[in-house]
């Protein structure tokens, strides 16, 4: 039933966009439709993760300032709480908009990837819209790759391009007080960070590579338009603090 429904709502809508790009494209080029239908749904959840970036971005900002509420507060967890809450609502920052922006986003961008690793295959007119009709001629090839095939060019740039972009949305671990000894949570939240930072563009690559270039291609898409608003909301930081 759940299935059903998200199939409806999120897969139908984005693969008939996918017919559609191949039927209005001069040549029916797959690789440009992969990519302009990527931005295009990006940029309808830009107003989503722009609140997510936005509010990362001020975390990054305020986190010396989190320290050293933990720090003199470390003996009273409710007003360590209570002085914390007074910090994000002084800055404008809700800590839990990212939890919701991802629910918002996940269910579209599976989608979409769904889209590019099952749709390609064989195009399948049972689910097109009856003002949609599957186009004549179908061009694979991008820049002389096939993307219903594997490409480990495309599959290394996604993971590149993932790499810069957990490097810009994950905060780097403060380093330690001079002869401070490491705890537990120092020593998780540096595991952490570094597994994010270079065990995901590993899987990203992994993933890509496996199932097809169109995957590929549409990760790299995905993540250089991240890299790129990261880069947007960290200037627009800087000149508001200068």
């Not at 709502?9 to 984005?14: E, R």
């Not at 191949?22 to 040549?27: A, D, E, K, W």
């Not at 970036?53 to 470390?74: H, T």
Request: net charge positive; hydrophobic share 45%.
């Amino acid at each position: 039933m759940i299935l059903s429904i998200l199939k409806t709502i999120f897969y139908q809508p984005l693969y008939n966009g996918l017919i559609i790009g191949l039927s209005i494209i001069p040549g029916a080029n797959v690789g440009v439709v992969v990519i302009l239908l990527t931005l295009v749904v990006r940029s309808v959840l830009l107003p989503f993760s722009h609140k997510s970036v936005v509010s990362q971005s001020k975390m990054r900002q305020i986190a010396p300032k989190i320290e050293g509420i933990k720090e003199q507060y470390k003996d009273d967890k409710q007003e360590q709480a209570r002085k914390t809450m007074e910090l994000y609502k002084e800055h404008g920052v809700n800590p839990f908009s990212g939890c919701v922006v991802i629910l918002i986003q996940l269910p579209v961008l599976f989608s979409l990837y769904y889209v590019f690793s099952k749709g390609l295959s064989t195009l399948n007119g049972d689910i097109l819209y009856s003002f949609v009709h599957v186009p004549a001629v179908v061009d694979m090839t991008f820049f002389g790759i096939i993307l219903s095939g594997k490409s480990v060019l495309l599959a290394a740039i996604a993971a590149i391009s993932q790499y810069f972009q957990i490097k810009l949305s994950v905060p780097p671990v403060p380093p330690l007080a001079p002869g401070a000894k490491p705890t537990f949570k120092d020593d998780f939240a540096r595991s952490f960070s570094s597994q994010m930072k270079y065990m995901l563009p590993i899987i990203v690559f992994g993933i890509s590579y496996s199932i097809s270039a169109a995957v590929a291609l549409y990760w790299a898409t995905s993540n250089t338009f991240s890299v790129f608003h990261e880069l947007y909301v960290k200037r627009k930081a800087e000149e508001i603090k200068a």
